[in-house]
């Protein structure tokens, strides 16, 4: 089974990310590492034990890492996932989960050399993280077996500015570093393809686990109406569950290797990713951008997983 390591900013999609990549019993997740993003570092480390809790103690360490992007002030997104990034669901259940100690680039820097060529890296936030574990040991890529990461765009607008996706406008030097560190597989999963992985209540109506089917409908309501007020269409799209979809079914989408740089000096563009789809620069790719995603099948799976009354 894929060793993983989940690193996220849990929001409301990380959350339903993390549901998934346990329920499934498919990936053998090593740790879940934290950083800054959606919320503050302290928040989303928060949730993330809350959401261990609702699964019933998994054995899974979280550890905390950064608390703020590598240079830039933390924006965060609470417009999107409520002020305590869950949209309200678990609000006032006591943690009883705590995370471990140690630093989240540490931990990353630690078990990709325990297990070398092993170890899938999944990063749903800001890529801030990784790239602190890079600066610390710039040989990382060759211990890793991959990189999948939901962020950025390369067709369409951004869902912060008219370019730039959050996760990629948040921290765009974290990511710069990243794209540029030499990792063998690096696969980006952006709005291109999880703009189309959009959950319906009909979809939810059919989780068969009450409890997650119960925290599934609270925690995304405000999220789904927010998305029908801007998109036209009453659903909530999984951003970071496809991401968590493609390490346990690579099949789910279709890519195509590109070299993808990200802007992170201008005035209307910064966090932009830019897909040099002409090769015009003539470099070697340096990533698997996805590019077309089977919804259905990818859906499918979700409700599956994340709705079945046993953690398999
Ligand atoms: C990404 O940004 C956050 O709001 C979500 O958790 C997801 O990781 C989508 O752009
Ligand atoms: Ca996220």
Sequence with gaps: MKKVILDVDTGIDDALGIVLAVKSG????QAITTVCGNVSLEQA???TCKIMDLLEYPDIRVYKGADAPLVRKHYDEKRIHGEDGMGGALKNAEARTAPSAGFAPDIMINLAKQHPGELTLICTGPLTNLAHALLKCPELPRYV???IFMGGVIHGPGN???????????????????FHAGF??????GLDVTRKALLTAEDVAQMADPQLRAFVQESTADYTRRYEARYGVRACALHDPLAVGVAIEPSLVQTSSLYVDIETSSRLCD??????????????SNMAVCEAVNSRAFLDLFVREVGKTTLS
Excluded: C, F, S, W
């Design 26 to 29: 498919r990936l053998n997740i």
């Design 45 to 47: 480390t928060l949730n």
């Design 145 to 147: 077996k991959e990189v």
């Design 160 to 178: 912060v500015t008219p370019v730039a996706e959050y996760n990629m406008y948040a921290d765009p030097e974290a990511a710069r570093i990243v």
């Design 184 to 189: 063998g597989r690096l696969t980006q999963v």
């Design 271 to 284: 966090g932009q990713t830019v897909g040099d789809v002409q090769n015009r620069l003539g470099h070697p």
